[in-house]
């Protein structure tokens, strides 16, 4: 079974409006990451957590929020969402040092 | 900063050929593990392979990698394609700055098998 699982897998956003991408883990792992894959961009890091309560700045964390309110649940928001944030998003769970990190089935949003 | 390299963007192959996807790298740590992650269509990327150790040879499901410090680079291979292996092919390195356990991608090599 999945360990890391998001929802919605699909969603459809008006600009302005705001979206919420969930994330649940059963790895239980302490550090949870917010990935959006472009083609010609690759995987680019959002936003991340180091555990409950903890929420750090990615690379490209403008425009979103993350909120991590428990060991298994870290979701990412756009609170105005515009048409350059339609990608394929992912999230996933891992420990730090070199661990291997599990990714979960994506979520496409398309910003209209 | 850290960076990783993968040249090609696509790579098609007939079934049968030999695989190489370059990968190369940038970093300050000695203790960098890199990896390769692949990402087929409808699922979750998932690892690969990964190393931290210098000229030792990783093996997973027919594909082989050697990291080679000397060089910065963490090439994938196999020896023969299969139609099976049409997928993304990310290589990655460990953020060893803070210990965070985030990974910097490259942009990913599409590979495309041929009958």
């Known amino acids: 079974e999945a360990a890391v699982t998001q929802s919605p897998r699909n969603k459809v956003a008006v600009t302005g409006g705001k979206v919420t991408l969930s994330c649940n883990q059963t790895?239980?792992?302490?550090?949870m990451y917010w990935y959006r894959q472009d083609t010609g961009h690759g995987l680019r890091l959002i936003h991340y957590?180091?555990?409950?309560?903890?929420?750090e700045k990615g690379d490209i964390p403008d425009g979103y929020k993350a909120s991590r309110p428990s060991q298994e649940n870290f979701s990412l928001i756009l609170e105005l969402a515009t048409p350059s944030q339609t990608s394929v998003y992912f999230c996933?769970?891992?420990?730090?040092?070199?661990?291997?990190?599990?990714f979960g089935a994506g979520t496409r949003l398309s910003v209209l | 900063g850290d960076s990783v390299t993968q040249k090609e963007g696509l790579v098609t192959l007939t079934e049968g050929l030999p695989v190489m996807l370059n990968c190369t790298y940038q970093?300050?740590?000695?203790?960098?593990?890199l990896f390769w992650y692949v990402h087929y269509l409808n699922e979750s990327p998932r690892l690969l392979l990964k190393?931290?150790?210098?000229?030792k040879r990783t093996e997973h499901q027919g594909f082989h990698a050697t990291l080679h410090k000397s060089s910065s680079s963490f090439h994938l291979q196999k020896s023969s394609a299969q139609l099976s292996d049409s997928a993304l092919y990310y290589c990655?390195?460990?953020?060893?700055?803070?210990?965070?356990?985030?990974?910097?991608f490259g942009l990913g090599t599409t590979l495309q098998v041929q009958p």
């Open positions: 996933a769970s891992g420990d730090a040092g070199g661990n291997t990190l599990y």
């Open positions: 790895n239980n792992h302490n550090n």
């Open positions: 957590s180091y555990g409950a309560g903890s929420t």
């Open positions: 970093t300050i740590y000695s203790n960098a593990f």
């Open positions: 190393s931290s150790t210098d000229n």
């Open positions: 990655a390195l460990s953020d060893q700055a803070g210990n965070t356990g985030k990974l910097i």
